[in-house]
């Protein structure tokens, strides 16, 4: 009788309720970044510039989120080689990434979060409003 061994990837995931605040998108970039960088996570090749590019992602988000459709849910999960970055919000227009222009003051957010990402994702919910995912690879 032969037998397997089963490896199990660890999953890590926490959700933050962020209010219709300017400051939400900071205080997300602080939780995140105190959320990668903790011990025990298990994951190997986190590194500063993966958290750096993560706290990135999620302040361009976020301040998308809270600028456009009031509060958000920011969750975040860790699994194998990828961080999953995802934001909820109640807006009734879909996030679009618009082309960049040389004078324009705004709308570089999801353009910048589309370079950063492996994988960019944006559902409307049945209830109304958005959720934007945002898979990076370690």
Known sequence: MRTRRRTHRRSVRVEYLLPDQAESAGRARRLTARFLARP?????????????????VVS??????????????????????RVTVEVYDGSPGRPRVRPLTAWGESGRGLA????????????PLGGGGNRVRAVLSL
């Open 60 to 81: 361009e988000l976020v301040t998308n989120a809270t600028r456009h459709g009031g509060a958000c849910r920011l969750c975040l999960q860790i699994s194998g080689t």
């Open 112 to 123: 910048m979060v589309r370079c950063l990402a492996e994988r960019l994702d944006v559902d």
């Open 40 to 56: 025990g996570l298990g994951v190997t090749g986190l590194d500063a510039s993966h958290i750096d590019d993560a706290t990135l």
